[in-house]
């Protein structure tokens, strides 16, 4: 079986991949990912000897570009991916037996249209429940477009989201269908989702509520087991003495990274401990050279957040899951998209805290660590751990070879 894993986004739409493409090799099957053209995401491939093809500009680089998109830019930028999927996956998907499409909606989208062109069986993946329409919750807004207040009944919000998808990303969508003699589509968001997407979380963190209309394939999270050894230099640190606190915001470009930075040590060693700084595409850094803090780039997380006192991140779907496996409590400082919901599910189980807005200060940021740090809150971090599932890749592995057997 040939299978090909198309994404476009950030390092945590990359990962989930990973560990997919490892647990389909190991079922017989030759894989391939579509990934963004940035260095570490081909570096990380490379290191499990998956190939990669890639597709479209730096996501590294669209991320963190000066201005932010807005509801006149986004479109524009939608494109360019739309264009980038079609013209690299119309070389890569040929003879493959399945394509797994992942990613942003534009991406998933692009990368959805092949499949159709070439007749190459297709399943919709998404990381976060919050793109499936559900009774239950609001949809997220999208930028210059935010949901009217007023409405509180969520079925009509969710019928605005697929005016909003429309309205950024069809035009774009469209123009590239008609590219390779494909018809338009009308409703942009519910051809991607399709009838039966998958979802890949863990239902424990991110516990699916069944809706009608919609068969929603839950796995389980996409986790690789991590063998890669922590640095001599950062065990070093890690035995030097009491466990540190964690403090890192992954694909976030962070405005002000200097002062996050600065607010975030000075918010742990108010609570007497020591800060492991990860640089993330903010490129955080220390403003001083004492020793009671150590700065990381690539970094193992999953044995790293093994020996921490607490875990201060973004909230993103992977950092979220990989922390709730570890036992670490949880400070989430949300920063955009998904991320809100994520720190809410944190603070609901009790496994953490959700900090009230994207830009901390020392003294809310330290409050939430003084919760997280509490032993009753450890405690709950633990017992969640070990509920959490280990095998979501696998599951996902075998749902594909048995389709196509």
């Known amino acids: ?93 040929e003879g493959c037996d399945v394509l797994v499409a992942t990613g942003m909606i534009p991406a998933a989208a692009g990368a959805l249209s092949v499949a159709e062109k070439l007749g190459v069986r297709s399943v919709s993946v998404t990381f976060q429940q919050l793109t499936l329409p559900s009774p239950y919750r609001r949809p997220l807004a999208y930028p210059g477009r935010p949901l009217p207040p007023e409405v509180t009944d969520n079925r009509v919000l969710w019928e605005l989201d697929a005016q909003s998808v429309d309205a950024l990303f069809a035009e774009a969508l469209n123009t590239n269908r008609a590219s390779i003699g494909l018809p338009p589509v009308d409703n942009v968001r519910d051809y991607v989702i399709g009838d039966r997407p998958w979802l890949a979380t863990d239902p424990v963190l991110d516990p699916w509520e069944e809706t009608s209309g919609l068969d929603v394939v839950q796995t389980g999270a996409w986790v690789l087991p991590d063998e890669r050894p922590l640095s001599a230099e950062l065990v070093e640190f890690l035995d030097a003495g009491a466990s540190p606190v964690f403090v890192g915001f992954g694909s976030m470009p962070m405005r002000d990274a200097a002062d996050v930075a600065e607010v975030a040590v000075e918010a742990v060693r108010a609570q007497g401990r020591r800060a492991v700084l990860a640089r993330g595409w903010a490129d955080l850094a220390l403003a001083d050279d004492r020793d009671d803090c150590f700065v990381v780039g690539e970094v193992n997380q999953q044995a790293l957040f093994r020996r921490v006192a607490a875990v201060v991140h973004h909230g993103g779907a992977g950092t979220t899951t990989t922390a709730t496996r570890s036992g670490a409590p949880q400070v989430v400082v949300p920063q955009a998209a998904d991320q809100p919901y994520w720190a809410g599910r944190v603070a609901g189980l009790g496994i953490g805290v959700a900090h009230d807005g994207p830009t901390p200060t020392v003294a809310s940021l330290s409050a939430a660590l003084g919760t997280a740090l509490a032993p009753g809150t450890r405690a709950r971090a633990a017992a969640v751990a070990g509920e959490v599932g280990t095998d979501g890749a696998a599951v996902a592995a075998k749902l594909l070879l048995d389709s196509a057997g």
Do not use: N
Request: glycine content about 6%.
């Open 1 to 93: 079986m040939r299978v090909l894993l198309s994404t476009y986004g950030s390092r945590g739409d990359v990962e989930p991949l990973v560990a997919l493409a490892v647990r389909l090799r190991e079922v017989g099957a030759e894989v391939r990912v579509c990934a963004p053209s940035d260095e570490d995401f081909a570096r990380r491939l490379a290191g499990v000897g998956v190939p990669m093809v890639p597709v479209g500009p730096s996501a590294r680089a669209l991320t963190t570009a000066v201005p932010p998109p807005t509801a006149a830019t986004l479109p524009q930028r939608a494109a360019a991916v739309i264009a980038a999927q079609v013209e690299a996956l119309a070389v890569a998907a």
